[in-house]
Structures are given as C-alpha cells and as structure tokens.
C-alpha cells in the first residue's frame, strides 16, 4: 500500500522489516507466486488464504547484500509507477471535469493561430 491502512480479521497484511528484506522484493515475490496463493486459498462463498495458511507459505529472502542491490535498482522504479498512477489519476478528474463542459459550450478554448 502506498498509504497507511487498515483491514479487517478476513485479510492478511505483512510488515517489512527493512534490515531483511525490502517491500519491492515481497511485493514481486508474492506476485509470482499468485498461482500458487490461489491453489492455497480455501473457503465455500468467498476463498481465502488466512494467517495460518501465509505463516507456512515458504519466502526465499536473499543474502542482505543482494537485498540491497535490488532495493537500489527497484526503488526508483516503483516511486515513477506511484508518480505516474498519481499523474493519471489527476489527469483523469481534469479531463472528466472538463469534456463535459467543453461539449455543452460552457467553457471554450481560445483558437490562436499565428498566420
């Protein structure tokens, strides 16, 4: 999550402890392993992976200074996708707030053509 949060008894979260591993790392761990999460899910109405099921879940966590060398590299990647995500999003609202008014005429744009 890119902000704090909170959840309820039905979900999992995880905490990343820094000095061993970075959350760029578990986030891409735990995306790979999405089949196998799936498979491990359980539940009639709605399937579930509970705390017990993700405390047996095996992580490979790599010698801390791959950790870090990975974590030098991937950071700045993630914080551009969070830049770009918070970009589209703005420029979403803007276009959605502004179609509708330029259809119906209320706003125009000024033609300026240098001739």
Do not use: H, W
């Not at 993700?54 to 950790?67: D, G, N, V, W």
């Amino acid at each position: 999550l890119g902000n704090e949060a909170s959840f309820n008894q039905a979900a999992c979260g995880f905490v990343v402890d820094e000095n061993k591993i970075c959350f760029e790392y578990l986030y891409l761990y735990l995306l790979n392993s999405r089949q196998k999460l799936n498979d491990m899910a359980s539940g009639s109405a709605q399937q579930n992976l509970n705390v017990g099921i993700m405390k047996q879940f095996p992580l490979i966590i790599p010698a801390s200074e791959r950790t870090v060398e990975f974590r030098n590299i991937s950071r700045p990647l993630f914080l551009k996708i969070k830049e770009n995500s918070i970009q589209i999003r703005t420029l979403t609202q803007l276009r959605d707030t502004l179609l509708p008014k330029l259809m119906s005429g209320e706003v125009r744009v000024k033609n300026e053509t240098n001739d």
